[in-house]
């Protein structure tokens, strides 16, 4: 079967490449010297509380890794065995898609896509680096969003559909900041996979306390994505392998494998078995970069252990996560796999443009296709994420079948 390549594409997965001052323009005087970036040698890094994070190689951004420069990693044709920093080279001047929305938009058209969900990049460190202080982790986050509104806007165009983040850490203070992106316009909100630290030490974001922040995301109707992020799990893995760096271009085999992606598994089975996806049974959530190899584990667990404690749950773990959670699998993954453990409706297709582990366009993805037929394509390629955003589809068998609100 020839693979059909026309399908309206809406990737569920860029990026934008913030500046320096999206974490300091807006950052109460307070906090100033919690977050400074610092000359290291030749090398720019950013220091949060007085410690140097290399988890982002170059925080301003201003050189990248080319996008689509790990492909050969990725796909697991790295034949040489070049390490990520030598597949990244020198890197390139970031382009002005990377930083600003109309510049993207004239790109997307270029690439053939029309619509697109785009995350921050510096959010990936902010809470894992500030999680000392859960005040400072709020005011950073707030700094960022009133940036990104600023710089890119929350929607723009109704093409592209920026995701301010929430950190639940101070639960009052995460209702507020929901509430400030959804008044400013914002169609999607981004938060860590994770747990979250605040004035009463570590737990999870799907416990009861939270609730009263749960219960606004629903009424408010709007989807949370969760995003592959700084893991948490680092100094577990720090007891096995002591890191000479926590640049994530120079991991350890050990370290790509011990860590994998248990964070996301864990986070969504908090939000199962803390009950939250029972108590809010409309939420809409997506996980995005996290990969799919997780799933079939996943529903392996829950099944043995509804099987043992089937009192411990409401309701049957898998039949809770094929009504609330979409899946992106990464590029490189399979989507038959998704499609056999979640559901059709409830797969996503997501590039990472412009980031150098996503694809250089796109379109390359029909590359790695597996021969889905026409409708399946066009779910897979936008469809299944206009769904998740309640945005009208477009494919012409469902055109007179209404997105979901």
């Known amino acids: 079967m020839t693979q059909f390549t026309d399908a309206p594409i809406f990737d569920a997965d860029q990026h934008m490449y913030e500046t320096p001052e999206a974490l300091t323009r807006h950052l109460p005087d307070k906090y100033r010297r919690a977050v400074q970036f610092v000359q290291v040698g030749k090398a720019t890094r ?12 170059n925080p301003t951004f201003d050189r990248v890794a080319a996008p689509g ?48 969900l785009v995350y921050p990049t510096l959010a990936n460190l902010v809470e894992h680096s500030a999680a000392e202080d859960p005040e400072l982790v709020v005011a950073m986050i707030h700094a960022l969003n009133r940036w990104m509104l600023e710089t890119w806007g929350y929607t723009h165009d109704n093409r592209l559909y920026m995701t301010p983040v929430i950190s639940c850490a101070l639960v009052d203070d995460a209702r507020r900041e929901l509430a400030y992106v959804l008044e400013n316009g914002a169609k999607a909100v ?10 009463r030490g570590w737990r999870s974001p799907a416990l009861p306390e939270f609730d ?7 009424a408010a109707g709007i989807p949370v994505i969760l995003h592959a992020s700084q893991p948490p799990l680092d100094s577990y893995i720090n007891r096995w392998e002591p890191p000479s760096t926590n640049n994530f271009t120079e991991m350890s085999a050990f370290r790509w494998i011990a860590l994998g992606h ?36 996943l529903f392996d667990d829950f ?18 996560f094929r009504r609330n959670v979409w899946v992106s699998p990464f590029w490189e993954g399979s989507v038959e796999e998704v499609v056999n453990t979640v559901g059709w409706d409830r797969v996503l297709f997501g590039s990472d443009y ?52």
């Open 46 to 57: 950013i220091a949060i509380l007085g410690r140097i994070t290399e988890y982002i190689p």
């Open 69 to 116: 420069a790990y492909e050969p990693f990725f796909s697991g044709q790295n034949t040489e065995g070049k390490s990520l920093r030598e597949l990244g080279g020198k890197g390139i001047d970031a382009l002005p898609a990377f930083r600003n929305p109309e510049a993207r938009i004239a790109v997307m058209d270029e690439h053939g896509v029309d619509e697109a």
């Open 190 to 199: 981004l938060m860590k996979p994770a747990p979250v630290k605040g004035l």
């Open 212 to 218: 009263p922040f749960w219960a606004d995301v629903e």
């Open 262 to 297: 248990r964070e996301i598994s864990d986070m969504l089975t908090s939000l199962i078995c803390h009950g939250t996806l029972t108590r809010f049974p409309k939420l809409r959530i997506a996980s995005v970069e996290n990969g799919s190899s997780w799933i079939k584990p």
């Open 303 to 320: 099944e043995l252990t509804y099987g043992k404690m089937p009192q411990a749950f409401p309701e049957h773990p898998i039949e809770v």
């Open 354 to 405: 412009p980031h150098p582990e996503g694809l250089a366009q796109p379109r390359d993805y029909f590359k790695y296709a597996e021969n889905m037929d026409d409708k399946r394509t066009r779910d897979f390629m936008g469809d299944n994420a206009r769904r998740l955003m309640g945005l009208p589809v477009r494919s012409p068998a469902d055109a007179s079948t209404p997105a979901p609100a």
